[in-house]
């Protein structure tokens, strides 16, 4: 079986565009300004042995909840 293809048909509807993609640098320098301004928490990296839950929940509190100066 053949398949027709007709070269002068025109084309009745456009699904999407293509965007052309920002600058680069000026696209991450965004991305990174955005990032400083979340302030996401420090919380220091290990292995924390506790002996009750109720003190890991103590100390992940106590990380979560100070400031970035800290």
Not at 37 to 63: C, S, Y
Request: with cysteine; charged share 25%.
């Amino acid at each position: 079986m053949h398949r027709v293809i007709n070269c002068e048909e025109q084309i009745g509807k456009v699904v999407g565009r293509r965007v052309v993609p920002p600058d680069p640098l000026q696209y991450a320098s965004g991305l990174q300004k955005t990032l400083w301004q979340l302030n996401p928490p420090r919380i220091p990296k290990g292995v924390f042995r506790f002996r009750t839950h109720e003190e890991a929940d103590q100390w992940l509190m106590k990380h979560l909840t100070r400031s970035r100066e800290s």
